[in-house]
């Protein structure tokens, strides 16, 4: 049965491709309400904390709504195999990083996603994300099923972050553009809360005031 299943998905998704390329646009949709962002506190509203260490651990718990979401989880799993959904369930067809954390050799996550997201005619599916670095994220950055406390800790340190500087993790989140998908989900996905610009002023107070962490 899921041999079968996955065929078909793959044959819709190709023809849903196929359309898209040729230039003709899905029927509008109905007008459901898109989901909207849950807010997201400016970094500006945590000056009154007076003691740095405090306010730093404060910026970082603001900042783990955005890293605790789904939109990030899902592309951020401990077991190598991505997960869908706001309730993160396994990646259906089932999926894998494979060498490259780009799927496995002939089914690679590009023979689905695309460079942008794609609405479907689907109602259970409304679109399948895209971007072009579209791929799993690697095994030092694996945080699912993680506390915020331990999470902190894995991507400050370099020796379990992947040899990563502050400032370079800064700029993956403030600007990288797959980390941007996280706030333009595509159709029927709720966004990352607040803005990537907000999220991203977080994170930089978060350094400025000596990168805390909140108890593992
Ligand atoms: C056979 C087609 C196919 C392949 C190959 C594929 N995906 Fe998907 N993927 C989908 C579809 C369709 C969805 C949308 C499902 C939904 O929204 O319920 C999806 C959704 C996702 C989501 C969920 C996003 C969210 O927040 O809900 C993630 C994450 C994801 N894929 C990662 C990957 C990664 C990483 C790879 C490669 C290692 C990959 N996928 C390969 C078809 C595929
Ligand atoms: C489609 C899958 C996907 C989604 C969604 C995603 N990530 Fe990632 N993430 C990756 C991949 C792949 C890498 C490795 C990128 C690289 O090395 O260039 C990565 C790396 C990272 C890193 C390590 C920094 C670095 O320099 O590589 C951080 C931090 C990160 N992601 C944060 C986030 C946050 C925060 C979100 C949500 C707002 C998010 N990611 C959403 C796939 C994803």
Known sequence: MRVVTVVILAGALAAAGAVMAGGIAAPPAAPAPAP??????TAASFQSIKDPAARSIAL????????QSPRCMNCHPV???????DDMHPHNPPMVAGDSGHGPAGMPCFSCHQQANVPTWGDSIKSIPGDPKWGLAPAEMAWQGKSLGAICNQIKTPATNGGRSLTELHHHMADDHLVGWAWNPGAG?????GTQAQFGELIQAWIDTGAKCPKA
């Open 60 to 67: 970082f718990t603001e900042a783990g709504k955005v890293i």
């Open 79 to 85: 077991q190598r195999a991505p997960t869908q959904g």
């Open 189 to 193: 996905r709720k966004p990352a809360p």
């Open 36 to 41: 909207q962002p849950a807010p997201l506190k």
